[in-house]
């Protein structure tokens, strides 16, 4: 059915009325509540805009099903739905329905939450973000009837707590995988060799380059310690590379590459895609896989110990330290069998092509799909007087 289609069947032929915020709810600003006087132990929670609670505390100043807008910093216009009583903060607006006989406290919310790019007006724009009361109090709300309200918080809850369901089987998934992680890559004295990473292989890096040698836009993407397993924003010559990837060292298809500065022990699986890296900041280990698995190693360097080194306010894991990491080596067999089992974690609770990662992806695709499509009105022409 064509989304004009859908809306016409759903409205019936009903016109839609449009009002302001300010005529159909009730909007307040919250109060300050310092931090020596909230308790971790109390029992409402302090809002000042955002998802999560900024604190707790032993009195409320609004009661359930309210909306809340976050209304300064860089969250300013987010909008979030609270169904239990809560302190709202002084960054914080409170909208409550002041009619539930008429209004849908949950559909004005869906509203609103579909419109958060809008509340912030282009006066705001270049300055320190934020949301004003006259803002919110003129912002205009389709109002259909009582029972297309229901109707569109019903398909949209369920999407909702479809996504919620799924996000918590992922969460407990991940749990699962780094339990299973751990036991079985914690191996007692004796049971297998044990060597330093300095005996498994060379540490190698790239051929510095410098920034001169780099540009915005370029044939081969150059990743640094801050674009390390992220989008490039530096490129090098096909020349140079070719050049350089000819003489110094380069990664093999599979090796694993190390971020040693920034972010310890970040590692991205290098999959051969013509790239240069950012020397001692990205190393890897050049490896005999006869031995020791690439994989085995990927997995193992999420669970290991890095001796990472202080150097002034900067930690670093040197070369040196890296050698030194002692890593335990069961047989090739063993090694296999380990990452098999890690592999389907690693698939079902990373992978954005298949398993939970991508379920979630797609259901919240599917819910920004009929969350406009339901909340798309169309708005009374006006009618030009001469």
Known sequence: MSHLGYMEKLLDGVEVEWKSLSDIATITIGDFVHKNNQDSSAKYPVYNGGISPTGYYEKYNNTGNKIIVSARGANAGFVNRISQPY???NSCYSVGVKNSAEINWTYVFYFLKNAENKLIGDQQKGGIPAVSK???????????????QAEIVRILDTFTELTAELTAELTARQQQYAYYRDQLLTFEEGDVEWKALGEVGEVRMCKRILKSQTSDEGDIPFYKIGTFGKEPDAYITRELFNEYRAKYNYPQTGEVLISASGTIGRTVIFDGQDAYFQDSNIVWIENDENKVLNKYLFYFY???NWNVAEGGTIKRLYNNNLRKI???????VEQKRIVAILDKFDALTTSLTEGLPREIELRQQQYEYYRDLLLSFPKPEVVAHD
Do not use: R, T
């Not at 006259?134 to 297309?148: A, G, T, Y």
């Not at 002692?326 to 090739?332: A, G, H, Q």
């Open 87 to 89: 302190w709202a903060g």
């Open 134 to 148: 006259k803002q919110m109090e003129v912002f205009q709300i389709p109002i259909p009837s009582l029972n297309i």
């Open 302 to 304: 999420k669970v290991v």
């Open 326 to 332: 002692m890593i335990p080596i069961p047989s090739l």
